[in-house]
């Protein structure tokens, strides 16, 4: 997504794959805790965990093929981080192998653990900077039994936020996905992959909600139900639609899937991955559209998850009039008025894609001087020489040319 795993085109640097280190090490149904090794594919590990009884719930759209390596160094977050928080939250220890050869190889698997600084925090997000991440200690949860799925149709981005609000108040930790879907971006869907609306009419806005529990028969769809019928007679959604089968459930998911791939047969794709805090979504997208409507060169979409504030807005250049030698400069130019947006309303220009190559150069920019510096120092303490992923996050430095 950041180019954060694809080397400089010198030729000089040294790929490491950790595919091979795949066995899940052992699982813990009582710690409720799994310690896997780092290129493990996270559906796999989904997989290990269900044959335990329990849930891994790190979910994204590249889990038959990204490793939780990957997901560890970047901080990966996905379509359940509203109920069960992004990697961070799901790690309870790493072995690590440190740029000097030195391995940190005590993979805590507590859940309390006040010992001063917590160096794994340190590795998670990192982006392959400071060490290689050779295995983890993951948390387990309990596996849910009912779910329920609702796909609706709205007005704004603001009675968006008011529902969130009461889905949480009348559904409480239950609420594991509130994802948001702008009317255009699903017409970008029905243009290029064949498939209907699970609403009759067209709404400006979708939302795809989904409750579980580990309780079996919880009576979710009733719940999930009384709860968007009082929005409904609230006046702040227009319809609403429950999933009455698997079949149902995974053709609303289906519809959040495609999204990516549709939007590459529209055009020239520039995604954004800002996050706000979750109060401010609708002010981001708001301000967002002002800003860059009017344009002909350009569609403007959003898609994401609004229940964590990570709502992406994503620019689909038309391939008629943006060739791919101005594609740069139009990106650069849209991604500038996207960025200051986010950072006005307290964001971030990186939710959960990382940095890489491809935002190194906007975070001196858009992160605190003293906070950079800081990071800059944390570098060097771990990797004075520079071989760690040289180039991503920062700039090479300068010592290791010839490394
Ligand atoms: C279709 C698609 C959908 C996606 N959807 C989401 C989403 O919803 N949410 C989200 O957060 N992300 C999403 N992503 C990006 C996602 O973060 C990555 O797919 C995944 O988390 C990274 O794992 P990977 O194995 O692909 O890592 P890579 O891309 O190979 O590497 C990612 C970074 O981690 C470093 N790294 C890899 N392994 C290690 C290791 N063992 N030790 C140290 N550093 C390492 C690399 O150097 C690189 O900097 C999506 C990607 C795709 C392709």
Redesign the pocket.
Known sequence: ?VG??IPDDTGNEII?S?GRMDRIRSIDRTNDTMVVE??CI?ANVQAAAVEADRLFPLS???EG???????????????EVVRYG??RELVLGLE?VLPNGDVLGEIAQLRKNNTGYDLKHL?IG????L????AAALKLFPRPRSTATAFCGLQSPEDALEILSRVKEQCGARLSTFEIISARQLEVVFRHIKTASPLDKRHSWYLLIEITDSILDAGLSELLMDTLSACIEGGILSDAVIAQSEAQRSEFWALRHVI?ESNLHAGRVLSHDTSVPVSSCAAFIRQTERALSGRSDMELTFVG?LGDGNVHAVAIFDREKVGSAEFEARASEVSNIVYEISASLGGSIS????V?VSLRDKLATFKDPRELSLMRSIKAVFDPTGIM?PG?LFSACPSNATS
């Open positions: 997504m954060g795993g490491v950790l780092a290129g996270l994204l759209a590249s093929s990204c490793q939780i390596g990957g997901n560890i160094a970047a901080n990966a977050g996905g379509l992004a990697m690590v590795f990192s982006e392959g900077t060490g290689i991440v050779t990516s998850h939710a959960e894609h990382g890489g992923n991503k």
